[in-house]
């Protein structure tokens, strides 16, 4: 062999060598972000079979969100009127408002006035069951049957089990003779499903114009995973800390109408087609870092000495990561801002042509990314003398700002969620759909997406899905939790 051949190929192997052992170095050496913490001590006082009838009743008020004149109102006032029987004590305590005649906001005065104050969200509306799909439950979606212990139905787990979570902690609570220092909001929207705008972004606004000092927001989101984190066998507990932003746009595509029998070589639905595809084609980067990030840097503790050996190195792994991360819907959406074409319109003739074709596309936004960014970069990509790019709709929200990881509203988190699972190790995290929560980012940043529910990849399609169903065990956690939390403030 030629001497400068064997010179490179040793120096290729060193860098080999040298790649590899600090790969392994930094593998080995992982610091863990998980630290002890005290649980709270709670009495139960909740009778658990008495609150899980609660919910069960709760469940069979199909209370589905709609903002159309020819909505059935009358589930919601069931809904209400059930809440005042069950939780008299509390309804005895805390002042009620009614926001658009339907979103409930409770305000549960704390004993120290000057003390700042915290909100629970949770919303009474649910997603209706797809016409088609009634018979695929295996028990009747607004049945509230209880089988092989689960509750099941829809409401389960969005979000009915928080609503009445949270009033039978904060009931049995109150019931004891004991009150919150901090003054306490709880806030029942009525439309979350449907953008929040007229519920808890009413009540959001009004704290503002109040000039209300929050100190934590806690609202669904996130859960505990089993075996969805990669290189972690059990289970793991995702706080998430900020949620993605929202912008829908109109594509416009324009052309010479005229009969259909004599089509011009440009038409404006076919310019149309070729912008979507072009869209399709140019996906917006994407990168591990901020919470998607930090997701791993505190998970990182619990991996395996393989996964450990990936994730303490993306300086050299990310592409690998990405790739597969990329390749499917839920994991995409964790690290890029997502483009979704929902609708389409053109002529309303069959032998017409549209002098405009329109495209609505749905952005969900990486907190990387901010609207103004988004919609320069789409003119850039798309923009023409044709192509008309418009933001649409009232529902536009920027990515939330992160909530801090440490500081009050995080730390109580924490110390509930040791007091029903101890063992559950805990991580920041994303939400890539939008929550009620996003409302009220301008009151504080420290707004908490979390209930301790355990899920497997399965419980996922039930979101919204069929075969709602939420475990007995599950639920009265749920109820401890929220104990836990409350006699924190
Ligand atoms: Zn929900």
């Given at each position: 062999?030629?001497?400068?051949?064997?010179?490179?190929?040793?120096?290729?192997?060193?860098?080999?060598?040298?790649?590899?052992?600090?790969?392994?170095?930094?593998?080995?050496?992982?610091?863990?972000?998980?630290?002890?913490?005290?649980?709270?001590?709670?009495?139960?006082?909740?009778?658990?079979?008495?609150?899980?009838?609660?919910?069960?009743?709760?469940?069979?008020?199909?209370?589905?969100?709609?903002?159309?004149?020819?909505?059935?109102?009358?589930?919601?006032?069931?809904?209400?009127?059930?809440?005042?029987?069950?939780?008299?004590?509390?309804?005895?305590?805390?002042?009620?408002?009614?926001?658009?005649?339907?979103?409930?906001?409770?305000?549960?005065?704390?004993?120290?006035?000057?003390?700042?104050?915290?909100?629970?969200?949770?919303?009474?509306?649910?997603?209706?069951?797809?016409?088609?799909?009634?018979?695929?439950?295996?028990?009747?979606?607004?049945?509230?049957?209880?089988?092989?212990?689960?509750?099941?139905?829809?409401?389960?787990?969005?979000?009915?089990?928080?609503?009445?979570?949270?009033?039978?902690?904060?009931?049995?609570?109150?019931?004891?003779?004991?009150?919150?220092?901090?003054?306490?909001?709880?806030?029942?929207?009525?439309?979350?499903?449907?953008?929040?705008?007229?519920?808890?972004?009413?009540?959001?606004?009004?704290?503002?114009?109040?000039?209300?000092?929050?100190?934590?927001?806690?609202?669904?989101?996130?859960?505990?995973?089993?075996?969805?984190?990669?290189?972690?066998?059990?289970?793991?507990?995702?706080?998430?800390?900020?949620?993605?932003?929202?912008?829908?746009?109109?594509?416009?595509?324009?052309?010479?109408?005229?009969?259909?029998?004599?089509?011009?070589?440009?038409?404006?639905?076919?310019?149309?087609?070729?912008?979507?595809?072009?869209?399709?084609?140019?996906?917006?980067?994407?990168?591990?870092?901020?919470?998607?990030?930090?997701?791993?840097?505190?998970?990182?503790?619990?991996?395996?000495?393989?996964?450990?050996?990936?994730?303490?190195?993306?300086?050299?792994?990310?592409?690998?990561?990405?790739?597969?991360?990329?390749?499917?819907?839920?994991?995409?959406?964790?690290?890029?801002?997502?483009?979704?074409?929902?609708?389409?319109?053109?002529?309303d003739t069959e032998n017409v042509l549209p002098q405009r074709a329109v495209a609505t596309v749905n952005f969900r936004l990486n907190p990387r990314d901010s609207i103004d960014g988004v919609l320069a970069d789409l003119e850039d990509l798309l923009g023409s003398e044709y192509i008309t790019i418009?933001?649409?709709?009232?529902?536009?929200?920027?990515?939330?700002?992160?909530?801090?990881?440490?500081?009050?509203?995080?730390?109580?988190?924490?110390?509930?969620?040791?007091?029903?699972?101890?063992?559950?190790?805990?991580?920041?995290?994303?939400?890539?759909?939008?929550?009620?929560?996003?409302?009220?980012?301008?009151?504080?940043?420290?707004?908490?997406?979390?209930?301790?529910?355990?899920?497997?990849?399965?419980?996922?399609?039930?979101?919204?899905?069929?075969?709602?169903?939420?475990?007995?065990?599950?639920?009265?956690?749920?109820?401890?939790?929220?104990?836990?939390?409350?006699?924190?403030?």
């Open positions: 062999m030629k001497r400068w051949l064997t010179m490179v190929l040793g120096g290729v192997g060193l860098a080999v060598a040298i790649v590899a052992a600090v790969v392994l170095v930094r593998a080995s050496a992982v610091e863990s972000l998980q630290s002890e913490v005290e649980p709270v001590e709670v009495e139960t006082s909740v009778d658990g079979q008495a609150a899980l009838e609660r919910l069960a009743e709760a469940i069979r008020k199909p209370t589905i969100s709609s903002s159309g004149d020819d909505a059935d109102l009358e589930p919601f006032y069931e809904f209400r009127r059930q809440l005042e029987r069950d939780f008299p004590v509390f309804h005895d305590l805390a002042s009620r408002q009614l926001v658009n005649d339907l979103t409930l906001h409770f305000t549960l005065e704390g004993r120290d006035s000057s003390a700042p104050h915290v909100v629970f969200l949770a919303h009474q509306d649910v997603v209706p069951v797809e016409e088609g799909t009634e018979d695929d439950w295996t028990h009747p979606p607004f049945g509230g049957v209880v089988a092989d212990g689960f509750l099941w139905g829809r409401g389960t787990l969005d979000n009915k089990q928080n609503v009445m979570a949270m009033l039978e902690a904060a009931e049995s609570w109150l019931e004891s003779g004991e009150s919150p220092e901090h003054t306490v909001h709880f806030v029942f929207g009525h439309d979350e499903e449907i953008g929040g705008m007229d519920g808890a972004r009413v009540v959001a606004q009004q704290m503002e114009e109040d000039g209300l000092d929050v100190v934590a927001v806690y609202d669904e989101g996130l859960v505990i995973v089993d075996g969805m984190v990669p290189g972690i066998d059990g289970p793991i507990a995702l706080v998430g800390i900020t949620e993605r932003g929202y912008l829908t746009v109109e594509i416009e595509a324009r052309a010479e109408g005229g009969h259909s029998s004599m089509p011009p070589e440009e038409i404006a639905v076919t310019r149309l087609a070729e912008v979507l595809k072009k869209l399709d084609a140019n996906p917006r980067p994407a990168a591990i870092d901020g919470p998607t990030a930090m997701m791993f840097e505190w998970a990182i503790s619990e991996m395996d000495f393989l996964h450990r050996m990936i994730f303490r190195n993306l300086w050299l792994f990310e592409p690998v990561v990405l790739s597969q991360m990329t390749a499917s819907p839920g994991t995409n959406a964790a690290v890029r801002t997502t483009a979704a074409p929902t609708m389409l319109r053109a002529s418009r933001p649409v709709g009232e529902m536009r929200s920027e990515p939330s700002p992160l909530a801090r990881l440490e500081g009050p509203g995080f730390e109580k988190l924490r110390r509930a969620l040791a007091t029903v699972h101890p063992d559950v190790p805990v991580a920041p995290n994303m939400l890539t759909g939008a929550a009620d929560a996003r409302h009220f980012t301008g009151l504080t940043h420290d707004v908490y997406r979390f209930q301790p529910l355990i899920f497997t990849d399965r419980d996922l399609e039930r979101l919204h899905g069929t075969d709602e169903r939420i475990a007995v065990d599950d639920y009265l956690a749920l109820i401890e939790y929220y104990g836990a939390l409350l006699r924190q403030w």
